[in-house]
């Protein structure tokens, strides 16, 4: 008897089944822009398929040049586009998988002179102005979207998904904010403007007949200003119906909405009260999305009648065999997605290619091939921070034994920093998934080992691999000693407690995640109402665009002053993640943060901090100062086995401090794995 029976009920829609109700949502990659990309697209498909997803939801492909979102963004629009199409859909097939493409428009967002939208009205978060679509130019789009479908059925796939959601083109079609001056039969009242997404429903399926799934991905809730309400929604939602989609997908808010959909800081599950009520208006199924990553939650979901599948994307970028674990029981065994988006989203956003923090090999499937070393060895690690435990299990897979040293008494290094920061608190299922495969591989865990050379050379390893990590830099500022100085470490550890006037030296990564720390209110990561409450969203849906006001207005401030200062004159926190961000920036806005650019520490007194700005000397009267200030490596080890000519490996933090994060740490450990 399994713990997921509505998870893993098959479903048949129209002429497919789908072998349990497990979605991959579609996601943008930029695997297309690597070298060999059909080669690694139909290795990156056909994993997730043989993990056994029911359905694949490809990567957006714009049915025309102007829709594409980059320059180098993937058009199918032509039959010499067949070939590479049919080796990822024969690879998926072949793994028992089914898969729909999405065809992508984006209007309005384009990052390319082509751009066009409803209006020349441009976008808040993209500085060209589109091109407003002639009537017939509407008409012709309607007809691109309905060859690509075609396309799409004679390339072996399944279905295709219509990108009605996260504002593009379709949405700027739909909605008043965008779309309030046309004239035309695609504009000015609420059917002109729903006749968009309709007739391209009705073209494509009468250019592909009944034996091919039609997929229309709907904005549950649009989360801007004169978006749709919540009854306009389920109008459209019935309409589609009508138009001929056998399932709808969900979407979260537009791309450029000032509330956040899918980060870790918001709770898992918030917005299945949109899905439901999309769900509520139709009798095709539908697909819940955003926030869930957990096969509990999304029993859960289905369960409360929310919708019909759950999509997952970036938790089948984590874990390819998430849906084959859930089969299995394996629960404890997945990887989980700890929302961080440093590995896709952020790079996505940056124009790199998409990958994984917890798993280095998505996107990256035919790098790693191996699976057996040429000689099984026994291999020594030091450090179970992030690169440490990487490596160990990567090792232990590959068959080699291994032992793993920590001087602490518990395993995750850095990450039992990150795990306590307001909103991160999901790199608890990182450290969960680290400690579960190290101990059903066998991994021989030391912990309150403070390795030495001596012990190291007399247990006789083949490698040592050294994952000693980082130690807090101490900057030369005079008082620097001061009894209310203290580093991230005491204050993140709770070895000690910072005091009501509070300044942070050093505005990195750590320097923001300490005021969070601070600051935040954690419950609105756990908590869906207070979340809901905090970024002014409507459950009701009564309101246009599902918002009650301007997200934040009503979050009350802590009594605590924090003051982050950076030397660098540039924008503080400029150089957090693209996608999270300005998330926590809003936060900590609303919760009073003061940041201070272009700072020269002076001296650290009994009055405070002591900083220059030009020719301004300023007292910052605080009672705690906190040194955030990057790291170096921690390297003692390392010296000590290269005294007595011990060869060793460096990872992670040890091997390079600046700029450190987890994803290079795991990555750097994974790929080593394969080499020695
Ligand atoms: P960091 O990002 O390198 O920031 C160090 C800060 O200390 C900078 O603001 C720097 O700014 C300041 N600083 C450096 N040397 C100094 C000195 N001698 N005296 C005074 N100030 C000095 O390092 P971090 O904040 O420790 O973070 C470590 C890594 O973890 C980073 O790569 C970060 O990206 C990652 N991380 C990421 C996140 C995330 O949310 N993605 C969260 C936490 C950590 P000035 O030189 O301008 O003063
Ligand atoms: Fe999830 Fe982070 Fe991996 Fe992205 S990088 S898939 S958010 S764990």
């Known amino acids: ?188 009242t609420f059917e002109g403007r729903c006749r968009l997404p309709l007739e391209i429903l009705r073209a494509s399926r009468a250019r592909v007949g009944s034996d091919f799934l039609l997929i229309y991905r709907i904005s549950a809730i649009d989360l801007v200003e004169d978006g749709l309400s919540g009854k306009e929604i389920a109008e459209l939602a019935r309409q589609v119906e009508a138009a001929g989609a056998d399932l709808i997908n969900t979407g979260i808010g537009w791309h450029e909405s000032a509330v956040p959909t899918i980060a870790a800081s918001i709770p898992r599950g918030v917005w299945t009260f949109a899905a439901r009520h999309v769900k509520d208006a139709v009798s095709i199924p539908v697909i819940v999305s955003n926030r869930i990553n957990d096969p509990d939650l999304a029993e859960q979901v289905l369960a409360d009648g929310a919708g019909d599948l759950v999509s997952m994307a970036r938790p089948l970028l984590a874990d390819p065999q ?191 995640d300490v005021a969070e720390y601070l600051l935040g209110h954690p419950e609105e990561s756990l908590d869906a109402d207070a979340f809901l409450t905090a970024w002014s969203i409507d459950p009701t849906l009564s309101t246009p665009g599902g918002l009650t006001g301007p997200p934040r207005a009503e979050v009350p401030k802590p009594a605590r002053e924090v003051t982050l200062l950076q030397r660098k004159t540039t924008r503080p926190g400029a150089g957090l993640g693209k996608s999270t961000g300005w998330i926590l920036k809003a936060r900590l806005r609303a919760a009073g943060l003061t940041t201070v650019a272009g700072a020269t520490y002076e001296e650290i007194s009994d009055q405070g901090l002591h900083y220059r700005v030009g020719d301004r000397t300023t007292v910052l009267e605080v009672d705690t100062v906190i040194l955030c200030a990057g790291q170096e490596s921690e390297r003692d080890l390392y010296q000590q086995l290269t005294e007595r000519n011990i060869p060793a490996h460096l990872i992670g933090g040890a091997d390079l401090a600046a700029e450190l994060d987890a994803v290079r740490a795991i990555d750097q450990a994974a790929r080593l794995a394969q080499v020695v």
């Open 1 to 188: 008897m399994t713990s997921h029976p509505r998870l893993l009920a098959p479903l048949t829609v129209g002429s497919r089944t789908l072998r349990n109700r497990i979605v991959m949502g579609a996601m943008h990659t930029r695997i297309e822009t690597l070298d060999n990309p059909t080669e690694r697209l139909v290795a990156f498909y056909a994993e997730r398929a043989r993990g056994e997803a029911a359905l694949i939801l490809t990567n957006g492909y714009s049915p025309d040049i102007a829709g594409r979102l980059e320059a180098d963004s993937e058009v199918f629009d032509n039959t010499t586009d067949l070939a590479p199409h049919r080796a990822i859909t024969q690879a998926v097939h072949d793994a028992g998988g089914l898969i729909a493409l999405q065809i992508l428009h984006a209007g309005r967002y384009a990052k390319h002179p082509y751009a066009v939208g409803p209006s020349d009205q441009r976008a808040r978060i993209n500085p060209i102005e589109p091109h407003a679509l002639s009537t017939s130019e509407v008409w012709d789009t309607i007809d691109a979207f309905a060859r690509t479908a075609e396309l799409a059925k004679q390339a072996g796939y399944d279905g295709v998904e219509i990108m009605g959601s996260e504002g593009y083109l379709i949405n700027e079609f739909l909605a008043e904010a965008t779309n309030h001056t046309r004239d035309d039969e695609f504009g000015g």
């Open 322 to 512: 998430f849906a084959r674990k859930v089969r299995t029981g394996d629960i404890a065994e997945i990887n989980t997605c700890i929302g961080c988006n440093q590995a896709c989203l952020d790079r996505i956003f940056t124009d790199r290619t998409a990958s994984c923090m917890v798993n280095p090999r998505a996107g990256h499937e035919i790098e790693f091939t191996r699976r057996d070393p040429a000689t099984r060895k026994r291999i020594a690690v030091v450090g179970a921070g992030p690169a440490g435990m990487s490596f160990a299990v990567e090792a232990a897979e590959l068959g080699h034994t291994v032992t793993l040293f920590e001087a602490a008494p518990q395993l995750g290094g850095q990450l039992n920093m990150a795990r306590v920061v307001p909103g991160k608190d999901e790199f608890n299922q990182l450290l969960r998934y680290f400690r579960v495969r190290l101990d059903r591989l066998g991994v021989d865990v030391r912990l309150n080992t403070r390795a030495d050379a001596d012990q190291l050379a007399g247990e006789g390893f083949d490698e040592i691999v050294l994952a000693t990590g980082v130690t807090p830099r101490v900057p030369e500022i005079k008082g620097v000693d001061h009894p209310m100085v203290m580093s991230y470490v005491d204050v993140l550890t709770g070895a000690r407690r910072a005091g009501e006037r509070v300044a942070i030296i050093g505005a990195g990564g750590i320097g923001y």
